[in-house]
């Protein structure tokens, strides 16, 4: 087998910027961390591994392993706690009650109004200063517009439970 006739591959160097390929990482508000981040793989130790090479390297063509490797855990990372903030809010919107779930819902309404302002300001930067202020802010708004959606969707489909004592209230119908 001839090795000139074999498809050419080219070889790809990664560098630091290819870590903000897909949106950032999700925010995760701090009344629900410590539910939603229980048990996920956080990279701490594959991120530290990556600035120890490029402390020891200097340059990141000699870190591509650890790259690749934190890129691969940070991507399943954020995966899995965007799944856990929509459950998260799905649940609130099932079970807080009703007033409290309306005010986090309004709340996160407000939020997503001034990301969207940020972001259109951030529109006017130019560079890569520009590119990464509007990178992070869609990223926040994305999820902060999916945690909305899902809490409205539980506080939709919540079933109108009525108690004991309420129904004792309500007028007796004689048959």
Known sequence: MD???QPTMDETI?????LMTGPPSP???PEIASHVLQGVDLCDGLLRNLFLCLQINDIEPFCQDEIA??????ERRDKEIRKRLQDSELKLGLSMPLDEAKGRASQLEAE???LERRLILASGIEGIEGFRQRWSLHGRLTDSK??????????????KRISPLE????????S
């Open 69 to 74: 490797l934190y890129k691969q855990c940070a």
């Open 112 to 114: 997503v109004t001034s």
């Open 14 to 18: 990664l560098v630091g910027d290819d």
């Open 3 to 5: 090795v000139d006739s």
């Open 146 to 159: 999916n945690r909305l959606q899902f809490l409205k969707q539980g506080i939709d489909s919540r079933k």
């Open 167 to 174: 129904e004792n209230q309500l007028p007796k119908i004689d």
């Open 27 to 29: 925010v995760v508000p």
